[in-house]
């Protein structure tokens, strides 16, 4: 589904990429990807652990669903197979979609334009707030997933809608090549994936105009907390402290400042890492915050 406002489509590229660079840039991209696995489900058969139930409804103490932004060639399950049960079992209400869906490309999502992707995620959010008759929502995402929303907050009327967005590993400021061409190896298939088209890819090179109109004016819109959770060792989103934002009510964690022995990287942060995921429950109820440290693995 398109955004609801056509005139805030991201304007036609005025500059002079070249072919080569462009190329480069979305295999790059493609490379950076979130996890290999794909099953085969989608957001309305996720597994039965209480996550994505439309009868759930929040609590006194947690009272936001949390709508999980999986990321680029993620999907509403995969992404989400450690973080969702931790939450849940944290007494959340936690839903995930899909999003950025290509013609012929099944279980590879985000790959479609970023700025109809958020449209998708405005259609969504509207599905569970009415569900669980809640008046906002927390947002949870994972790489192009902790970016894409803020096309939603900032054009899409989403602020109205959203206490919090929790961005993990970013791109909010896009992404250069350093390195990314390396990553090609562990994603079977991603060459054959670059011969489609791919704009969720090329917006997200760093420069595109849609990061730059996306940070026009400022990375934060009033009225939305901003917890971006982020790792030294990220060999995606380079360099890594783009992916801070600036503005009120804004948390930039390194989460090595947690716990120096966390080696996460892209990937494992936003999957698989539990003192990140320590890290997010802090963010979503931050009155009952307890100390991020390495411990948080047991926790």
């Not at 079992?89 to 479609?112: A, M």
């Amino acid at each position: 589904m398109l955004p609801r406002n056509p005139r805030r489509q991201p304007r036609q590229s005025r500059q002079p990429w070249k072919r080569a660079v462009r190329a480069l840039s979305v295999l790059a991209l493609t490379a950076a990807a979130t996890l290999a696995p794909t099953a085969a489900a989608q957001a309305d058969t996720a597994p039965s652990r209480g996550w994505n139930d439309f009868g759930c409804k929040p609590s006194a103490a947690h009272p936001r669903p949390v709508v999980l932004v999986h990321g680029t060639f993620g999907n509403a399950v995969d992404n989400w197979l450690a973080l969702a049960p931790y939450l849940v079992n944290r007494g959340y209400c936690v839903f995930s979609l899909d999003y950025g869906q290509l013609p012929g490309v099944p279980l590879f999502n985000g790959l479609g334009p970023i700025a109809a992707s958020a449209g998708q995620l405005d259609t969504y959010v509207d599905r569970v707030l009415a569900a669980t008759g809640a008046p906002e929502a927390d947002l949870v995402g994972h790489s192009q997933g902790g970016m894409m929303p803020r096309w939603y907050l900032k054009f899409l009327g989403g602020a109205a809608k959203v206490n919090t967005l929790v961005g993990i590993a970013p791109d909010n400021h896009g992404t250069t090549l350093s390195g990314l061409t390396k990553l090609l190896p562990y994603f079977p298939g991603a060459e054959d994936v670059i011969s489609s088209k791919t704009p969720g890819l090329a917006d997200q090179i760093a420069g595109s105009d849609f990061i730059t109109e996306l940070n026009e004016g400022g990375d934060t819109v009033p009225g939305v907390r901003y917890h971006v959770i982020a790792s030294q060792y990220d060999e995606v989103v380079t360099p890594y402290r783009s992916q801070f934002l600036t503005g009120p009510n804004v948390t930039n964690v390194l989460i090595q400042d947690k716990c120096a022995l966390d080696l996460s990287e892209h990937v494992a942060i936003g999957t698989v890492d539990r003192v990140t995921f320590h890290e997010v429950a802090n963010a979503l109820d931050p009155a009952h915050a307890t100390p991020t440290t390495c411990l948080s693995v047991v926790g």
